[in-house]
């Protein structure tokens, strides 16, 4: 696959409190969960400016997802990951491919023998 599926966030949070994480859900059209990815447990920090705002992106090259629609959840969260300070549903998009391959993902592959 050749596609970069990118979010981007910017957040307002109280430059008082320990700088907040970003989570990002991707699901399918039946709301289960893809994939999942945090600043935290990537050992991301945000960075914020003096009042508290701050803008983060992160990108997922060469996305895998077979054709189907998709959607990016957004969680704005504390800096440990545990508490939930905001959320969004952010983006719907549709994934097509050619061929009929079936299944979430197009996973690496070789063939031998043939």
Known sequence: MDSTLEVRVTFASSPELPAPTVAVIITDAT????????????YSALKRDTQGNGKVSVRFPQVPLLRGQYAAHVFLMCEQALHIYDYARCAEFSVVQPGLELGIVALRR?????
Request: one cysteine or more; charged letters at 20%; a negative charge.
């Open 110 to 114: 070789e063939w031998s023998g043939a």
């Open 31 to 42: 709301g289960r969960n893809i994939t999942s990815c945090s600043s935290y447990y990537d």
